[in-house]
């Protein structure tokens, strides 16, 4: 399934690793409530190479990309198979400053 997005926020999740820090990215899709509260949801992406995306995204960076939809299987502790759906942008333009986090990763409560 092809992914049109304008204006969409990249939120980032830094992680830290056996070696090193690494970067998870999320995109999100927002619903009203009845009661005039948004609920989120949030998808990962993965960026690539042909995006010519910064090696580190800004919280919170705004973007216009088209891409597609696919899933990332990966083996939990457990041994279980866990089929996640993901976003793969293929061509983006970034907007704004991305040396300069949007929004601080403390004040945005990411699920992923």
Same mark, same amino acid.
């Given at each position: /399934? !092809?992914?049109?997005?304008?204006?969409?926020?990249?939120?980032?999740?830094?992680?830290?690793?056996?070696?090193?820090?690494?970067? @998870?990215?999320?995109?999100?899709?927002? @619903? @009203?409530?009845? !009661?005039?509260?948004?609920?989120? &949801?949030?998808?990962?992406?993965?960026?690539? @190479?042909?995006?010519?995306?910064?090696?580190?995204?800004?919280?919170?960076?705004?973007?216009?990309?088209?891409?597609? /939809?696919?899933?990332?299987?990966?083996? !939990?502790?457990?041994?279980?198979?866990?089929?996640?759906?993901?976003?793969?942008? /293929?061509?983006?333009?970034?907007?704004?400053?991305?040396?300069? !986090?949007?929004? &601080?990763?403390?004040?945005?409560?990411?699920?992923?």
């Amino acid at each position: /399934m !092809d992914v049109f997005a304008k204006n969409a926020k990249i939120w980032r999740k830094d992680i830290e690793g056996r070696n090193g820090t690494f970067h @998870k990215y999320s995109v999100s899709v927002s @619903k @009203k409530n009845e !009661d005039g509260k948004y609920v989120n &949801a949030y998808i990962p992406v993965v960026f690539s @190479k042909r995006a010519n995306a910064p090696e580190v995204i800004s919280n919170g960076t705004e973007c216009d990309f088209t891409g597609f /939809m696919s899933v990332e299987y990966y083996t !939990d502790k457990e041994g279980r198979t866990v089929t996640t759906p993901q976003v793969v942008i /293929m061509e983006a333009t970034f907007y704004g400053d991305n040396n300069t !986090d949007n929004f &601080a990763a403390a004040e945005v409560d990411i699920p992923f």
